[in-house]
């Protein structure tokens, strides 16, 4: 079902970047920054390819409504602690 909604992949992909935002922290908090880098890279991708269907979906306006502005902090280097 999922294969054949490109929206419903979209909502999929992008709540990844949370997953990956918890891993860039974890991996700050292990003084591994390059890895670190790489999850923000990968969260900061799946937020443009989700805001090309922005316009197609509720669920995707909101969770970039929420993602975006974590993942800036965490690319400043503000990242929350774990567990939040």
Do not use: T, W
């Not at 979209?10 to 990844?16: G, I, N, Y």
């Amino acid at each position: 079902m999922l294969r054949k909604d490109p929206v419903g992949r979209a909502v999929v992909e992008l709540l990844a970047g949370f997953i990956d935002l918890q891993a860039a922290g974890r991996a700050r908090s292990q003084a591994l920054e390059n890895v670190a880098q790489k999850h923000l890279q990968r969260a900061a991708e799946r937020c443009r390819r989700a805001s090309e269907q922005r316009e197609r979906s509720d669920d995707l306006r909101l969770y970039l409504a929420l993602l975006e502005p974590r993942l800036a902090r965490a690319v400043a280097g503000e990242c929350e602690p774990e567990g939040r």
